[in-house]
């Protein structure tokens, strides 16, 4: 079984006896002339006293190096002075992450320690028991750490949890560069999953996702400096098995530029085409009952919680029966002064058309605050307390700037047809949404209803065709305390996505205040730089202590991942992204002119 | 009256100071002038000094009967010497040289004994073998005396196998000091002829009549007395010795704490002092003011070097643990008496 020397790891040392040896953590003394760091994989080989093997293998989480027999700090300046003879005693710490087969017996001190390599790497990561899987990244000496595909796409478990500071641990960009090794790599095509799993993904910040067709021009080169200054074999995206490439099939989607009448434009400032605009219809806000994703503290206040949801229901039958994308009233005559300010516009028979999110508004504060001499409609107020109902149309006039240009009665029919977003349009593999513009507000709403689309989508259709949801920033989504509808859906789509096909890679500054039902459903956790204090948090309790102290040394570009298979952390680095994240590292398309690309520019 | 404190811990048998009388006779051999002598540098070409020491250890004390039916005392012992090689000028680390243990089981006279060795109860702990050696009587405590005849012989051999050697005529004497060695304790009656020093931690006897003794409590750290030829009592013994100090003492502490006494082998006629003597007299006080050791770190300071204290550390470490060793061996001789029953 074990196999011949010269195609093992090279030797390291021997396992202590001056330490607890146990089958879970050792230490071993490094031979000299060994290098031994942090994350190092190796394997032990003990015989049990029937001479049976049980090969134990691990991962390094302690280094150390020290003099040994001698008593006092101050001693090292005898010993570097040349009057005290001591020894440096260089130990390294194991922690377990496999015994094969399963005796739980402890090595015995002075078995040998090698260096995981090969078969022996495989079965340190346990990569033996999964069937599908595709590259987490680099191991530090190069290797590739294999994810469990079965883990993430719901069969066995599902979900990313991705945490870490802003700017240096690049959550993002890892989250994508799982993406494109999950679609990339081959996993999907052994049950021709390819064309069929898709990718939602929300751009909170910056543009910088909205460049992800395009090649990256500085790739190539911070590839090939990476790949000389760590010495490996060979380029990173080489070793993983990923094409440097761009994604392909990706759709850009984006709120409307605000008061730009009828002419709908993407509200983006660096890419100028390929960025389609989305807007919902005031007719699908009602019937698709949109309106709680107004507030997102909805439910803070019973009453409030109350109206909303009567609200609604009414808007949902008034808007029935029809598919115009603005509503008709027969029942408010608004006075000349609203008519000249909002553009109200009769049709025939007295009729009162809602074209505009504030005309909506105006409405329902005439249902509820004006009619009946100021009592409102008996059916619409339900005695609910004009306090209440003055704060409910308070909530909604605070978010109606943000929302005007996103909900919109003014289209022709088809052109509102043609602006709802779609994130699941054929030929679209990837969809980016871009909110970064948007008012928190406006982006909660944005993200409750897409996603309460998909799920609602899914509920029906079942879990074939994986769909992949990318969010940052889950702690203002889904905080630790309140309830919103935005976090009721992102809780099901944690509880219940798994079994529906929809896999959230969510991603927040700090676990400790997200939800924790969201965070412990995630079967691959991912921490990236942290602040020291966020480290020693209960949420992170599945790093050993060791790793939680390095997580807030790790640079950008390393990530410790966690999966399921493997029971300790593993620190991994990923490449440099091949597509582009900002304007000026757009490559230069091969055969494309300098005043094509100045038009681009200048948006023509 | 002034009463002032023995700077070493009272467990410790004697103390630093004992002040016996000496009734041997000392000579003048380099200077009749009783005057402290400073300190020189180390001579370049002296490259390596070595601290050589031995430590024993009965571990069981045993009755034999063998097949013959005789009886008689013995005892299951290990004994081991080692030497820290250093260079005085500090140019290289400091490394344990030849720590090794023997293992013997001595025993009376008149007895077949064979080796006994103690197999490993773990795959990855050593054997221990005994060797048979006969003691030189049937006393109880000849077995002991037998242990420590062989350390000492050991602790001869590689001391004088280190030193270069010590030239005791006029001839040679530009015979290089490139090796010295260091001897814990007074020197063994054998000279071997190497470059050998005898490091006499306490004073137990005091050898200078008291007109001369004064000098010792003025010596500044570093210096020394002038070297006087030493002759035992009854003539058996004759050494090279002076004092040198190490460090000050405290203002607490008897005024010869702080004193060191050294000696190298002598010629039975007090007419000749070898070069190589003065040489390594007149650098002990520089090197040894390097080796003393620390009163915080070592009980026996400044006396006990700072090798000799890891030196010390490390043969025991060589020995093995006591218990663990008693237990193997109650646990061979279980297993011997259960395979003959």
């Given amino acids: 079984m074990t196999p011949p020397d010269h195609e093992r790891g090279e030797r390291l040392g021997m396992v202590l006896g001056t ?39 691990g991962i390094v989480d302690h280094v150390r190096t020290r003099h040994e027999g001698v008593t006092f700090d101050s001693d090292v300046a005898d010993v570097v002075a040349g009057l005290l003879p001591a020894a440096v005693s260089y130990a390294a710490r194991v922690q377990v992450t496999r015994v094969s087969p399963e005796n739980f017996i402890p090595p015995q001190p ?22 599908r899987s595709f590259p987490g990244g680099l191991l530090a000496d190069g290797q590739v750490l294999p994810l469990n595909y079965q883990f993430v796409n719901g069969e066995q478990g599902g979900h990313i949890n991705i945490s870490g500071i802003s700017g ?130 909805g439910n ?51 009729q009162t058309r809602l074209q505009t999110f504030a005309q909506l508004i105006s409405y329902l504060e005439y249902k509820l605050l004006e009619q009946n001499d100021g009592e409102g409609d008996l059916k619409w107020v339900l005695k609910q307390h004009q306090g209440t ?48 513009k948007l008012g928190a507000h406006a982006q909660s709403f944005v993200v409750g209803v897409l996603l309460r689309d998909l799920f609602e989508y899914k509920e029906r259709t079942g879990r074939q065709d994986t769909v992949f949801v990318v969010l940052d920033e889950l702690n203002k989504y889904a905080p630790r305390d309140g309830d919103s509808p935005i976090k009721d859906v992102l809780l099901d789509i944690a509880e219940r996505g798994r079994s529906l096909g929809i896999i959230l890679i969510g991603a927040q500054q700090t676990a400790s205040e997200v939800e924790r039902r ?87 | 009256m002034r009463i002032r404190l023995d700077p070493w811990p009272v467990d410790m048998e004697g103390g630093q100071l004992g ?41 069981s004390r045993v009755f034999i009967e063998d097949e013959g039916g005789a009886a008689g005392l013995g005892g299951f012992g290990a004994y081991v010497v080692g030497a820290v090689e250093l260079c005085p000028h500090g140019s290289r680390p400091a490394t344990l040289r030849d720590v090794r243990a023997g293992r013997v089981l001595a025993h009376a006279p008149g007895l077949r004994v064979d080796p006994c060795r103690l197999s490993p109860r773990d795959p990855h702990t050593g054997q221990l073998q005994y060797e048979p050696v006969v003691a030189d009587s049937a006393e109880p405590l000849a077995p002991l005396h037998k242990l420590q005849q062989l350390m000492l012989h050991a602790e001869q051999e590689l001391s004088h196998g280190l030193a270069s050697a010590v030239p005791f005529s006029e001839e040679d004497e530009r015979e290089a000091l490139t090796a010295l060695t260091l001897q814990d304790g007074t020197l063994r009656s054998q000279n071997l002829g190497g470059a050998v020093v005898g490091c006499v931690k306490t004073m137990q006897t005091q050898y200078l009549p008291p007109d001369r003794a004064g000098l010792l409590a003025e010596l500044q750290p570093g210096e020394r007395t002038p070297i006087l030829h030493l002759r035992s009592e009854h003539g058996r013994v004759t050494r090279f010795t002076w004092y040198v100090r190490l460090c000050e003492a405290a203002f607490y502490q008897h005024p010869l704490s702080g004193v060191m006494r050294l000696e190298m082998y002598a010629p039975e006629d007090p007419d000749f002092l070898p070069p190589i003597v003065r ?34 550390q490390a043969m025991t470490r060589a020995m093995g643990s006591a218990d663990l060793v008693t237990r193997r061996l109650r646990a061979h001789i279980a297993r011997e008496l259960g395979a003959a029953s």
Wanted: proline share 8%; with cysteine.
């Fill in chain 1, 110 to 131: 002075g078995d040998e320690v090698r260096r995981a390599r090969g078969e022996d790497l495989r079965l340190a990561l346990s990569a033996d028991k999964m069937k």
């Fill in chain 2, 279 to 312: 040489t390594v007299a007149n650098l002990s006080g520089t090197l040894l003011r390097r080796l003393a050791s620390q009163a915080h770190k070592d009980p026996r300071a400044p006396q006990n070097l700072i090798p000799t204290a890891a030196l010390e």
């Fill in chain 1, 19 to 57: 330490e607890d040896v146990t089958p879970v953590s050792f230490w071993f003394a490094v031979t000299p002339g060994a290098s031994v760091g942090l994350d190092d994989l190796v394997t032990v080989q003990t015989r049990k006293p029937d001479g049976s093997p049980v090969h134990f293998y």
């Fill in chain 2, 19 to 59: 002040l016996q009388r000496f009734d041997g006779e000392l000579i003048d051999i380099e200077t009749p002038r009783w005057a402290a002598v400073p300190p020189r540098p180390i001579p370049a070409r002296l490259q390596t000094v070595y601290v050589v020491d031995g430590k024993r250890r009965m571990e």
């Fill in chain 1, 518 to 604: 969201i965070v412990s459903n995630a079967a691959i956790r991912v921490v990236g730089r942290l602040d020291l204090a966020e480290a020693e948090r209960p949420e992170y309790r599945f790093l050993p202590q060791s790793f939680r102290s390095r997580a807030g040394i790790l640079q950008p570009g390393t990530m410790l991942v966690s999966q399921p298979d493997v029971p300790n952390p593993v620190l991994v680095s990923y490449p440099f992204p091949a597509w582009a994240t900002r304007r000026d590292e757009v490559a230069e398309e091969v055969g494309k002119t300098a005043e094509d690309t100045a038009k681009d520019w200048l948006g023509l």
């Fill in chain 1, 389 to 436: 109902l003055r704060a409910f149309i308070r909530r909604l006039r605070g978010v109606q700037k943000h929302l005007q240009p996103l909900v919109r009665g003014d289209l022709p029919p088809e052109r509102a047809q043609a602006y709802r977003p779609d994130i699941l349009k054929a030929g679209v593999q990837t969809t980016v949404v871009d909110i970064h």
């Fill in chain 1, 300 to 350: 803070a206040s019973l009453n409030l919680g109350f109206v909303i949801g009567n609200i609604e229901e009414k808007l949902a039958r008034l808007a029935a029966g029809d598919d115009a994308p603005y509503l008709t009233v027969e029942d408010w005559q608004p006075d000349t002064e609203t008519l000249l300010a909002e553009d109200v516009r009769f049709d025939d028979m007295g």
């Fill in chain 1, 168 to 297: 240096v641990a690049t959550k993002t960009s890892y989250a994508l560069f799982l993406l494109h090794a999950i679609f990339r790599s081959g996993v999907l095509d052994a049950r021709s999953e390819g064309h069929r799993t898709r990718a939602l993904i929300f751009n909170v910040k910056g543009e910088d996702l909205l460049f992800l067709d395009q090649p990256n021009r500085e790739v190539a080169q911070r590839e090939a400096d990476t790949q000389a200054a760590k010495g490996l074999p060979a380029g990173r995206y080489e070793l993983l098995g990923l094409p440097m490439t761009p994604f392909r099939d990706v759709q850009f989607l984006a709120p409307p530029k605000a008061g730009a009448g009828d002419v709908i434009v993407p509200d983006v400032e660096q890419r100028p085409s390929g960025v389609t605009p989305f807007v919902f219809s005031l007719r699908e806000f009602c019937v698709r009952r949109m309106l709680p994703y107004v507030f997102p503290d």
